[in-house]
């Protein structure tokens, strides 16, 4: 078996006994990369020399007898909007194409001192404003289940990247489902935190009081691992939660008898696909089995989270993307005169999808219009949370499909923005509500022509600051229906193997 074949943990195990180098394990993913990164396009930039000082790094803090870290050479992707010093940061967009990031990002910095190794930066949509990946101008990102498909977005590079086999671990950002919904296409684990329990310190801004960063991996206790590294208290971030960091991997095991999920019928009238609904109803079953009391909810707000979502997150686009002008750094063109020049920047500089949300949101905080859009949605976002925080009353975690469909195709829905908007329908609630929640593979649905099978993914939403529930559901979840699941990414992993062999790439 190759090193990039292993888990997570066993990697990781096999570091700290030495039986392996770290110089090895960066040497079997970047050649992995090498085999199948021309297929699916995970990768901005791949940071080799970088990576192979910091596993060198490594190394020789393992054989001096030093630890390095909880990570300990373990390599990770990072999305191309954090901030790691000495490497571009571009948001995948022309405007930031050569900006090279001053410094690093909290959780960066964080990751560093816990021993991680940078692989690179992964594809993404523009300033994270999508949900396919497709809205990156330097192209998109494919599904590695399906390269006909999308890989979901924004964070699509970071998730293609763990489900190819690129990465065994890696960061992205969630604004509205940006880390869940691509783990659900990809059939990976993700994991929006609770806001502001991991610092947005080094995160281009899209919307300030939604965006989250969080941690994609290959099972729960990846994501826990991740989580115990970059969570914590942080001065340089204002909405810094003070909560004490947590070990997370150390609490993943229990009992499940007694606990109780709650089911929001609101959850299941989003046009789930009856494949996904049908899978998702075994796994109450499951659980069920399992001890837990499964029982319907109501959320009765829920139905207006969507457009309340594309009030408010446009509306914080605007105001934060309005740094980017040509003045101080990044892109800047030709024009006779600085109001020219200001506009040809920001009308050539951004992408169609970028000026859209940037009009949406200047427009909703104008004059005369405010009270009428922003003013409102930020009454009814309030409602929303008030109804989670009264389901919590009663049940400990919520349940539903992330996403109403598996993966659909490149170009399928890039020219209807309401139809990819509708793809984020059962993730945004949970980012207007500030909470955690988990996608993780839950099942499989035949679709296509050619009949495959793509992966959905089953969301669990916590309590504020209760992601230690959160993962303990997924864990145990994890140990009954796993196997399975883990059997058939190894087969897709091999048949990408197979397809890079037997078709040329241009």
């Not at 930039?45 to 030093?66: F, T, W």
């Given at each position: ?302 139905p207006y989270a969507l457009d309340t979502y594309y009030v408010i997150a446009p509306s914080e686009a605007s105001s934060n993307l309005a740094r980017f002008d040509g003045v101080r750094y990044g892109f800047r063109a030709s024009a006779p005169n600085l109001e020219s ?166």
């Open positions: 078996m190759e090193i990039w074949e292993m888990s997570t943990k066993e990697i990781l195990s096999l570091l700290k006994s030495r039986e392996i180098t770290a110089q090895e394990v960066l040497d079997s993913y970047l050649c992995r990369i090498t085999e199948v990164e021309p297929l699916v396009r995970a990768y901005l930039e791949v940071l080799e020399p970088e990576a192979r000082a910091e596993a060198a790094k490594v190394d020789a803090m393992l054989i001096r007898g030093e630890d390095p870290g909880i990570l300990s050479g373990l390599p990770c992707a990072l999305k191309d909007n954090l901030a790691l010093k000495g490497a571009r940061c571009t948001c995948a967009s022309k405007i930031l194409e050569n900006w090279v990031a001053p410094y690093d990002a909290t959780c960066v910095a964080r990751l560093k001192k816990q021993g991680a190794v940078f692989l690179g930066k992964t594809n993404m949509d523009e300033f994270a404003m999508g949900s396919s990946t497709e809205n990156s101008a330097f192209g998109p990102t494919k599904n590695p289940w399906d390269l006909e498909r999308v890989p979901g977005g924004s964070s699509g590079g970071s998730a293609a990247a763990v489900a190819a086999g690129m990465a065994p671990l890696a960061l992205g950002s969630d604004t509205g489902g940006s880390i869940r919904q691509p783990a659900s296409f990809t059939g990976t684990y993700g994991l929006k935190p609770t806001y502001g329990l991991v610092s947005r310190y080094g995160l281009v801004a899209f919307a300030s009081s939604l965006d989250q960063i969080g941690p994609f991996g290959q099972s729960v206790w990846d994501c826990a691992l991740l989580l115990e590294a970059i969570a914590g208290y942080d001065p340089l971030d204002s909405t810094s939660s003070r909560k004490e960091p947590f070990p997370y991997t150390k609490h993943l095991e229990s009992s499940l008898r007694g606990l109780r999920a709650g089911v929001p019928g609101e959850f299941l009238g989003f046009g789930i696909d009856p494949d996904v609904r049908e899978g998702f109803e075994k796994i109450l079953e499951i659980l069920s089995d399992m001890g837990v009391i499964v029982e319907e909810t109501s959320l009765p707000t829920l020049m200001y506009q040809k920047t920001r009308g050539e500089g951004f992408g169609r999808e970028v000026r859209r949300r940037i009009m949406l949101g200047t427009f909703a905080l104008s004059a005369g219009y405010y009270d009428a859009y922003y003013l409102r949605a930020a009454r009814i976002r309030t409602l929303i949370r008030r109804d989670f925080e009264n389901a919590f009353e009663k049940f400990d975690v919520l349940l539903s499909p992330t996403t109403p469909t598996a993966a659909f195709k490149l170009g399928e829905k890039i020219e209807d923005p309401i139809s990819m908007y509708l793809a984020d329908v059962l993730t945004v609630p949970v980012n207007l509500a500030g909470l955690p929640a988990l996608s993780m593979p839950a099942g499989f649905v035949i679709t296509g022509e050619k009949g495959k099978e793509l992966p959905w993914g089953l969301q669990i939403i916590g309590k504020p600051f209760a992601e230690t529930t959160v993962l303990q559901v997924g864990n145990a979840l994890e140990q009954e229906i796993g196997k399975e699941i883990n059997d058939k990414i190894r087969d897709m992993r091999r048949d990408l193997t197979r397809t890079r062999e037997c078709e040329p790439v241009d």
